[in-house]
């Protein structure tokens, strides 16, 4: 597990990532942030010098 890179975060990864989560720990119940990399849309929450 870790960060993954894509392209698009489609439901066929969301689907695969939930699945994941439940068979290797046992997760049931997640929340998931999905970022594309978009530098003109960065993530307000991350540190300027990490974007």
Do not use: W
């Not at 894509?6 to 990532?17: E, K, S, V």
């Not at 003109?40 to 990490?50: I, V």
């Amino acid at each position: 597990m870790g960060q993954f890179k894509l392209r698009q975060a489609n439901d066929g990864f969301l689907t695969q990532l939930c699945s994941e989560l439940h068979n290797l720990f046992a997760i049931d119940h997640r929340t998931i942030q999905v970022e594309t990399g978009d530098r003109y849309y960065p993530c307000s929450l991350a540190p300027h010098h990490q974007v």
